[in-house]
Structure formats: C-alpha cells, structure tokens
C-alpha cells in the first residue's frame, strides 16, 4: 500500500504542471490571440485593435523573397531558418519580409517590437529605412489611415537561426510598455532568484558536500540560460555584435542545466549506481561537445543544422531518460529526497513534451518558453531539496547538541558524585588510619627505650620501621591538609590585598618572632584587589609563610611584597634562607615531592597546594632561588576594579 502512495506525489506533479502548461498555451501565446489576421501580404486594422490590453502580433501574411522564392506567402515561426526543409540548401543567406498594413482608424503614435532577430536587419516603412542593427529593434511612426508597407530586410551567416523567426508586436508606446515591464520582471526574478540560490549554497558546501555544489552549478546555468533576455534588451539601445552567437552560450548553459539536474537526481537518489552513472555521463558529455561541433559546421555543411536540431531534441530525452531511472531508483532506495527528484522529474518530462508538441507553435507574450519555466520550477524544486535537506541537517545537529549536553550533564554529576566519594574515602582513610599509625610509633619507641633484647640487628630494623611509620604519617599529614582544602566551597568575592597583607603580618608575626625572623610586609603603593576565597589565601601564605620559617636561620628575615603593573597583581614572598639547589627547583610544585634536605619534616604538599591555588585563580607562580641565599616566590595574579561587588561560584 506504501508503494503505491509514493507514485502519488509524481502523478499529482503530472496534473498539476500539464494543466500550467495548457494555461500557459491559451494565456500568454502570440499564436493564440484573436484577430486580426494577416493573409496575402496584407493585415487590415481598426482603431479599436490598437486599444486592446494585448498587442497586435504580426504573424500572418507576409511575403517572403530571398535568392530561391519571390513573394511567398509564409508566417513568422514557421522556419527557424532560411532553409525551409531542403538540406541540400544554406540555411543562411539574405531575405525580405514584407507585410501591408490598412489601417481603418485616427492617427496615432504606435510602436512596432521586432525580438531576438539572430539576423543583421534594416527595417522599412514606405521606403523609409527607420531602424537597423543586430538582435532586436523598435520602430515609432504615426500610423494614419490607409496603407503602409512595412519590410524587414535580413542577412546571417552562423547560427541556426536566420531570417525572422519571432513574431513582431504591434501597439501603442503604453501597451507595449506594459507587457515589457512585465516581461522584464519575470525574467529580472528568473535571473536574480537563481543567483541568490547559488550564494546561498556558498554556505552549505562544507555541510551539503557535492550536492550543494552541483545545485549551485545548476543556478548559475540556468541565470545563464536566462540572461539572453538582456543581451537582446541591450541590442536596442546598442549594437550588440556578441548577439549573433549568442546561441553558443545559450546551448552550453543549456546543457550543463541538463547534466546538473541528473547529476543532482544521482547524488538525492542514495541508490547505489556507480556503473549507470558512468554510462549516462559519458552520454551526456559527449553528445553537447557534438552538437556545439554541429552548430559551428552549419555555416559549411548546411545538413548539420537539421541533424543539430534532432540530437538536440534526443539530448533533451535522454536527460529525461536518466532523470527518471535514477529517480526510480531512488525509490528502491527509500531516501527522503525521491519526493523531490521524481517531482523534478516528472516537471522535466511535461516541459520536454510541451517543447516538442508545441513547436513553432507557442510563443510568451510576457513571461517565458515552456522550457524557461521548466528550468526555473527544477531551480525552486532543488532549492526546496537543499532548504529541506539544511533543516534536517539542523535539527539533527540540535538533537546529538542537546543530547551530547545531557551527556555531559549527567558526567558531570557522575564525576562530581566520584569526586566526593573519593574525598569522604580519603577523610575517613586518614581519620582511621591515624590512630594505629600514632600507636605503632609509640610502640617502637617503647621497646626503644626499654633497650630488652634490642641487639644491633633488632636496632636496625626498627629505624627501619620508624622510617616508614614517619613517611606514613605525613603522607597522612598532607591528605588531611588536601581534605580541609576540599571542604572549602563557596563564593568569590574581591579581596583588598592591602588588608590581606596586613591579616598575614598579624597572623605569622608571632611566630617570626619566637624563631628571631624578621618578618617585613610591603604593601602596594596603591590597593588593588582580587577575586579569590579568603580562606584558601590564608592557606596559600600558611604553607609558603611556613616554609621560609623552616629555611631561615635567626636573625634572617622574610619580606612579603605586592604591587601592580599592566592590569596585573604581584605579590612576592622572600626569605633569606638555605636556598633550594638548582636541579630541584623544577619539581618544588610537584605533589610529594620532598627536597633533599627537608625529608625529615616535609610533606610535599605545602607548595603543591599553593600552585593550585593560584592556578584556580587565573595565576602564575615563579620561584627563583640561590642556595646560601635566600629563595624567592613571586605571584601574578588578575585585578579586579576596587570596589567591584562581583562575584563567582567555584
């Protein structure tokens, strides 16, 4: 039952654009107005045809002469060229077409139209040459009762089109304006929409890959195809002599609109069909490269501008054939663009119909051939597949984004739910651990002191054992200084490092002091301030305050400085003590990591933890040190405005 409904889309498209077509027939064709008629050379008017919405078309009844007949009764369209059917003849060559105008009626200005003549020409009216030029012309004369002969004098020699194969209009400047304008509009949007389509495709190549790029392709062919309208326009202002060959580039857009539109068909298909594809290109490739070595034989082999316009029309039918066997496989394959490619190729099919059963029998009087329309409906109908396809290409992309952000959500919270397990793991590790630790150690030096039994042998392996036992208790030393670093959570606010500095003096002055350290404070000239956590500051200048008390002798001393500079704060802690050798400067902020000479007492925690407290702020820290000297950490850190009340969860 679903099979059967994919067919339906197609078969509606087949009503729906046969029924324009036949619209398009009855409603805007030159060779469906009503009278009058020219017959015999001779078109009789009256005042009231000149006042019709419509002007008059100037099929009917003139006389042709040219080198083979003389007056021969004939209409305009009936031959594209001056051919007329004999192949044995060129198709180029001079003519004159002469029409009798009676006219039954006041005197008035009017206008005549002569489009797209591929022919030099000179027009006349009662022996009076009023126009000449190549591609299209207008001429403007008062129309007074009576007769008046109008000729229309030609001369080509390329192309295969020659003579006066488009029906002039006949009517007031007023009329003719307004069926210009409108037809000027058309072909304006015709040639704009296309182009606007193909910047639009600029921005999808990277996401819409090659088939973004071959509907550009086919925009670009099919404004081509449609700019012939101003190069005609521009004839009549200027002598165009690029008009003449004009054709060629008509043809070649002509072509690449076909190639594009299978290429587009196989590449929406998703069918797997490499081997077809091949074939069809080579197809379609070779045969425009022999119809554009046709078009410029014709001026020498006068058969190949028949056989031309036969390959043309079989080009024509197997883009029609390809189109819709890729189409069709797209079906097999069950892709959402087959709605698209077969409604293109069933538009395709019904303008290649209409082509061929309404030749030389349908001209627009203000928009376009059938084959325009049928270009400019597969334009919008791949326009529709590119925006369709862009949207679901956007609403995917939405989807795996919200998506990928539930995800993330829900590791973060497996993470952070890790990150506290771990936390109260290692809480209760060090809480737990801590008391047999502390009693082994009382056990050792118990039996140490009671000296029963303790030979040399004994001796060493209980400094062994309380080795170990006082590595185990500062590494439990340092987790609960990581623990009580964990538990600080909570807001950023602005920190005055004047006051700051001043908390540090009050806090470490005492103990400087006891051990005979100077302890000096410098604060900035200015006060500055920054975004930070008091408490984890107070922790920062704890262990770095601490370790310069551990490496200064007495009577040393310990400066602690800040000032700023380029929107930054520097804030530096010296001492004046043992210094740290050269080779361990590198690896001081590494976490346990315990110097040479600090062993006994350290953690190897103390300046790991300050690292990262000062890269949580956005800080940098530096140490510079001199063994015998003095060693030297200095701090930058971002500057918050005085008096900002911002603040930050961390």
């Keep these: 039952m679903k099979r059967h409904r994919v067919w339906l889309q197609p078969l509606a498209v087949l009503v729906m654009t046969a029924f324009f077509f036949l619209v398009l027939y009855y409603g805007d064709n030159k060779y469906y107005t009503p009278p009058p008629y020219g017959k015999s050379g001779v078109l009789r008017l009256s005042g009231a045809d000149l006042e019709r919405k419509n002007p008059v078309f100037l099929i009917d009844g003139w006389l042709l002469t040219d080198g083979r007949v003389t007056d021969k009764p004939t209409y305009i369209g009936e031959f594209s060229n001056l051919q007329r059917g004999d192949l044995a003849v060129s198709p180029h060559g001079q003519a004159r077409y002469q029409l009798t105008l009676c006219y039954d009626g006041a005197g008035r200005v009017v206008s005549v139209d002569f489009p797209q003549l591929y022919s030099g020409y000179s027009v006349w009216l009662d022996g009076v040459r009023l126009d000449r030029g190549t591609g299209s012309g207008r001429i403007t004369f008062l129309l007074t009762e009576g007769e008046h002969i109008l000729s229309v004098e030609t001369s080509s020699e390329a192309g295969y089109y020659s003579g006066m194969y488009f029906p002039p209009a006949l009517g007031t400047e007023g009329t003719l304006l307004q069926v210009g304008s409108i037809q000027g509009f058309a072909y304006a949007s015709a040639f704009l929409i296309p182009l606007a389509l193909a910047v639009f495709t600029l921005f999808l190549w990277r996401t ?61 298909s998703g069918a797997v069909c490499g081997k077809a594809w091949r074939r069809f290109r080579l197809l379609l490739i070779a045969l425009p490269v022999a119809l554009t070595a046709l078009a410029l034989l014709i001026p020498v082999l006068p058969w190949a501008v028949f056989v031309h316009g036969r390959m043309t029309d079989f080009y024509y039918a197997a883009t029609f054939c390809a189109s819709a066997f890729f189409s069709a496989r797209s079906v097999k394959a069950q892709g959402w663009e087959n709605r698209y490619t077969m409604a293109g190729c069933t538009v395709f099919g019904v303008g290649l119909l209409a082509n061929l059963f309404f030749s030389n029998r349908f001209e627009p009087i203000r928009f376009f ?64 651990l801590k008391a047999p630790v502390f009693a082994t150690q009382s056990f050792i030096e118990a039996i140490r ?14 400094d062994q054992a309380q080795a170990k036992q006082w590595e185990m208790a500062r590494r439990l030393q340092g987790l609960s200084k990581m623990n009580a670093l964990d538990r600080i959570d909570g807001e950023r606010v602005p920190v005055s490092v004047g006051e700051m500095l001043s908390e540090v003096y009050a806090t470490h002055c005492g103990e400087a002091q006891v051990q005979s350290v100077y302890l000096i404070v410098k604060p900035p000239k200015q006060d500055a301030f920054l975004l930070a956590q008091p408490e984890k500051m107070e922790i920062l200048f704890e262990n770095l305050i601490y370790n310069a008390l551990r490496a200064t002798p007495p009577d040393g001393s ?37 110097g040479a000479g600090n062993r006994e007492n350290g953690t190897g925690l103390g300046l790991y933890i300050v690292h990262g407290i000062v890269s949580e702020l956005g800080g940098t820290i530096d140490v510079d040190s001199t063994v015998g000297k003095g060693t030297k950490f200095v701090m930058e850190f971002p500057a918050k405005a005085a008096g900002s009340r911002q603040k930050e969860r961390v």
């Design 208 to 268: 819409g890959g090659s088939l973004a790029r071959w509907f550009g392709l086919l925009c670009c062919s099919y404004a081509l195809y449609v700019a012939r309208y101003f190069v005609f326009l521009l004839s009549y202002f200027a002598s165009f002599s690029m008009v003449t060959y004009w054709f060629l580039l008509q043809s070649f857009a002509m072509y690449v609109l076909c190639f594009c539109v299978v290429r587009l068909t196989v590449l929406a």
């Design 449 to 462: 002191r009671s000296g029963v039994g303790v030979d040399a042998e004994l001796k060493n392996y209980l």
């Design 369 to 432: 051939w059938q084959f325009e329309w049928c270009g400019f409906l597969l334009v919008l109908l791949f326009g529709a597949m590119m925006v369709s396809r862009s949207r679901r290409i956007l609403k995917e992309n939405e989807v795996l984004t919200n998506h990928l952000e539930d995800q993330v959500k829900e590791r973060t919270k497996e993470v952070t739910q890790l990150l506290n397990e771990r936390k109260a793991f290692f809480s209760d590790m060090a809480h737990d």
């Design 558 to 594: 310990i400066t602690v400085s800040a000032w700023t500079a380029d929107g930054k704060i520097r804030i530096a802690v010296e001492d004046t003590g043992c210094g740290i050798p050269k080779e361990e400067l590198p690896y001081v902020f590494r976490r346990f990591y315990v």
